[in-house]
């Protein structure tokens, strides 16, 4: 079964940092790979997807991913932080052909002001 | 822009009482996703519909939660009685045909007192 990872429960970066909110999938077959975001006592909106085009996607809010098969990860970055960036964030995946979506349990953003 | 609808947003509920959320994904998707989600963790599924069947309800207390969706659109989840663990986020998400990824609602916050 496919399972999401995310290190760091709880990111901390100072606003015009950068940031980098990492995530490992498991799957031997590269899946189809997400990043949501959630605001409090909201549902998630969808970030950026990697569908098996291009290895670095681009998302809204200036945030990018690069997908790497060697390293099973799709890390989420944004050159620099900015205090609306804080928030909830979670990794998902699914595989072609089976379409559950399975989650990461999420990086809580902090920006220091 | 089409969203994914929810009702209600918030609900508290005595133990043993019985409660239901509503769900109406965005028109033509035919799948439609009932996710758990208790506070500080990821989303859980716990029910995938494909048009009005069910996929997989495998993480689904069945002894207390049912999901329906009649006709294909919209679609109900119900827990009876509730629990003081059933207390969290519950989200509906809806994907179509395809696109592999998922839109989300706002979700119902439960509170079980």
Redesign the interface.
Known sequence: AQSVTQLGSHVSVSEGALVLLRCNYSSSVPP?L?W?VQYP??????LL?Y?SAATLVKGINGFEAEFKKSETSFHLTKPSAHMSDAAEY?CAA?N?GN????????TRLTIIP | EAE?A?SPRYKITEKSQAVAFWCDPISGHA?L?WYRQIL??????LV?F?DESV??DSQLPKDRFSAERLKGVDSTLKIQPAELGDSA?Y?C?S?GDID????????T?LTVV
């Open positions: 189809y997400f949501y006592n909201q549902g998630l909106q969808l997807k569908t979670f699914s072609f379409e559950k979506l399975t989650f990461g349990t999420g | 994914v929810q799948t996703y500080g963790q990821g989303p859980e599924l995938q494909q996929v997989d986020m989200l998400a994907r592999p990824w998922a839109f989300f609602g706002q979700g916050r």
